[in-house]
């Protein structure tokens, strides 16, 4: 599987927003989308999904182009992992989890016993089986994202999108769902991802694009994310080290200066 | 109302969810219970019906016998009780059903017929009607176009108003608006008509009641009845998936805008043509779909004939309280209110947390 965005023009309504991006993701892939608030993240996810009408340029997947896809195709092949939200009423988690059976189910039935077993699986992928009976809007968020996750992977998706995976979560939630994140490319998804924070990108991103408001620069975390870079973009002071983590293996993190 | 009280004190709130194995045999409870109140309100009234006279009734008739049984007690069952019975539990199930189907796409448990404003745009559409003396079809079509038009001045001017606000609160106060916009509609109405024989039609029809069904009526209700029910039956799993918003149940695969639209104009048909048939019979389509909530759980998978079925059960005990408690006749909107209004206010304390 593989995601071309070609020159994709993006905004709402007569307002463009991003102009000539371009990238593309592969299975077992992890692009990091970076940068500071109100710079079009959103916008781009939006237009991925096709939410937003593309105002220029082409978004493919294999090389067919999304534009004249039904709802139903979409999902079958792009899974949307959404930010934190509170649905209306106390479903289950098992019932959030098999509403990603949607796209596979024919226009007026509900799950069958398959897509049940299906929704189970994921469940037990992510280890959070015993959730199951749980009711959704009584967990707590980092429970929440791992169900939000579990529901994508019942979609069956080949990729992913995430907007912003690590948001509201505690430390340790925010580790454990990045683990899962490179998990799932391990076992062949590709995925796109928003972060506020450049170190999720060191710890997972196979690819880091890093949008500003002059520009859009898009490579290997390394290249990507440096002190020059993010000072131009955020307007802080950073500085970058490398820790050893045991095993010959380096991690990257980013260490703000605030004085 | 005794039933109400118990049905929400029982379950609190916390573990309302039913597995799916359990889905079973609550539905088959609900099924009895509505036959159990059906029974009961056919032996119930001025000209009291035996069990046992009913059945030899349904089984002569069915099986062609000639009458035993005086031919007054049929004329009653068929041309009085029965109608008024059948049409009872449409407009109960229907109510209910479109309220449940309400919640869901507007993704707002608060939300109802009434609240909504399509009882009011249907109730003056149907006042119109009245008025200018349109047949009864013509009265049914009347509210469904005014009922139509309040739900979609209602959606628009909350999204208009709510973008970013507190949505759930935006969507009820609009309504309320376009709700008492129409009314005032209708009390134009009332002031125009004539005073001997129009408002007075008009003002008793607006109370709600079932007391004038005729077989005609169940016709008039039945077909709409069936032409509203089947999509949102057919598309109960989307409405599940449209109570999560927009964009995440369009990434799930949902063309929302034409399930959406479809399932808004199912809700509307089942709400005006309860309206036109039997007036202005509020908060059944608030109270039950949560009651029915708080014992099957939130799918609308098992929600939505839930809801049809306590809706059905719960109208019918309510117009037997109606017509059998005094000599006169209580409207049952005057009951539905009296017993509506305070079950909302133990929604609104119960769900106070999320009212922020």
Redesign the interface.
């Known amino acids: 599987m593989k995601l071309d965005v070609c020159s994709a023009v993006c905004g709402y309504r007569d307002k463009v927003i991003l102009k000539d991006i371009s990238f593309s993701v592969s299975s077992s892939e992890i692009l990091c989308l970076l940068g500071p608030n109100g710079v079009g993240k959103t916008t781009l996810f939006k237009t991925i999904l096709g939410f937003l009408k593309l105002k220029g340029g082409s978004v493919r997947v294999d090389g067919e182009d999304l534009a004249g896809w039904s709802r139903k195709k979409y999902a079958q092949r792009i899974g949307y992992v959404p930010q934190m939200h509170t649905p209306p009423f106390p479903f289950t988690v098992f019932d959030v989890v098999a509403m990603g059976r949607t796209a596979h189910l024919d226009a007026f039935a509900s799950p069958s016993r398959a897509d049940l077993e299906i929704a189970a699986d994921a469940l037990d992928s992510l280890g959070i089986t015993p959730l199951k009976d749980r009711i959704y809007t009584e967990i707590s968020g980092g429970e929440r994202q791992m169900v939000l996750i579990a529901r994508a992977l019942t979609q069956q998706p080949q990729l992913l999108v995430m907007d912003e995976p690590t948001s509201n979560l505690d430390f340790g939630n925010q580790l454990r769902v990045l683990k899962q994140i490179r998990k799932l490319a391990g076992d062949g998804m590709g995925i796109v991802m928003t972060s506020h924070f450049p170190d999720h990108a060191f710890l997972c991103a196979s690819r880091v694009a890093l949008l500003s408001r002059d520009g859009f620069a898009i490579g290997e975390p390394d290249r990507i994310i440096t002190e020059e870079s993010l000072r131009q973009v955020y307007g802080v002071d950073v500085k970058i080290t490398t820790t050893p983590v045991g095993g010959g293996r380096y991690e990257k993190a980013c260490v703000p200066i605030l004085s | 109302m005794q039933r109400t009280l118990k049905a929400g004190g029982a379950a609190p709130?916390?573990k309302?969810?039913l597995?799916r194995k359990r889905a079973i045999p609550a539905m088959t409870v609900l099924l009895l219970l509505l036959t159990a109140a059906f029974l009961l309100s056919v032996t119930l009234g001025r000209y009291g019906i035996p069990l046992r006279q009913l059945m030899q009734i349904l089984f002569g008739k069915l099986l062609g016998q000639t009458p035993t049984w005086p031919d007054t007690v049929e004329k009653v069952l068929f041309n009085v009780r029965l109608p008024r019975i059948l049409c009872g539990m449409m407009v109960g199930a229907a109510l209910s059903g479109s309220g449940a189907t309400y919640?869901?796409i507007f993704?707002?448990?608060m939300v109802s017929p009434d609240i909504l404003g399509a009882s009011a745009g249907a109730g003056f559409g149907a006042a119109l009607a009245i008025l200018n003396n349109f047949s009864i079809w013509g009265i049914e079509v009347t509210a469904f176009l005014f009922g139509m038009a309040a739900v979609a001045l209602t959606y628009f001017l909350s999204n208009f108003i709510g973008r970013n606000l507190n949505a759930?609160l935006v969507l009820v106060l609009t309504g309320m608006v376009v709700q008492s916009l129409f009314s005032a509609f209708t009390s134009v109405i009332k002031y125009e008509a004539d005073p001997n024989n129009k408002l007075p039609e008009i003002t008793f029809w607006l109370m709600g009641g079932l007391s004038s069904s005729t077989k005609k009526q169940v016709l008039m209700m039945l077909v709409p009845f069936i032409i509203g029910m089947i999509p949102l039956f057919?598309?109960?799993?989307?409405i599940?998936?449209l109570?999560?918003?927009e964009?995440?149940a369009?990434?799930?695969?949902?063309?929302?805008g034409k399930t959406r639209a479809v399932l808004i104009l199912s809700a509307t048909l089942l709400t005006s043509a309860s309206i036109a048939v039997s007036g202005m019979i509020g908060w059944v389509g608030l109270i039950i779909p949560h009651l029915a909530?708080l014992i099957v759980?939130?799918?609308y998978?098992i929600l939505l004939p839930a809801s049809a079925l306590m809706g059905a059960t719960f109208l019918l005990l309510v117009d037997d309280i109606a017509r059998t408690v005094l000599i006169t006749e209580i409207p049952l909107g005057i009951l539905t209110a009296i017993i509506g209004a305070p079950f909302f206010l133990y929604l609104l304390y119960r769900g106070r947390s999320?009212w922020e």
């Open positions: 709130g916390k309302a969810a597995s919640q869901g993704k707002n448990p759930v057919l598309c109960r799993w989307q599940n998936i109570s999560f918003g964009e995440e369009k990434a799930l695969g949902v063309d929302t909530r759980g939130p799918n998978k999320t």
